[in-house]
Nanobody
């Protein structure tokens, strides 16, 4: 069982930066694949970034490549999302997700554990 709690959302102007953090409970968190997803009003939840367990390999959706960076600290049970050069199109509720699968998926339904979400609003 893993519980996830996101923090770090807020309101920022276009071109600004935010850092989201996801704190996880559970002694086996280091073995979980972790991901970030987002959902804008009226839209489906979409993949943003993911990082498999015990690996430095990272995956990103094309629209955030070069602007967002996912990282994790297994000793602290955290996974962060550094977001730079933010655009109004990045406005959404951002969710942290985790799953025990060894396969890193871009599909939301592949992740069993979810945080409550944190709002990110980018003004133009």
């Amino acid at each position: 069982q893993v519980q996830l709690v996101e923090s770090g959302g807020g309101l920022v102007q276009a071109g600004g930066s935010l850092r989201l953090s996801c704190a996880a409970s559970g002694r086996t968190f280091s073995t979980y694949t972790t991901g970030w997803f987002r959902q804008a009003p009226g839209k489906e939840r979409e993949f943003v970034a993911a990082m498999p367990s015990r690996s430095t390999i990272t995956y990103y959706t094309d629209s955030v490549k070069g602007r967002f960076t996912i990282s994790r600290d297994n000793a602290k049970n955290t996974v962060d999302l550094q977001m730079n050069s933010l655009k109004p199109g990045d406005t959404a509720v951002y969710y942290c997700a985790a799953d025990a699968s060894l396969t890193t998926s871009r599909r939301a339904n592949a992740y069993l554990y979810w945080g409550q979400g944190t709002q990110v609003t980018v003004s133009s």
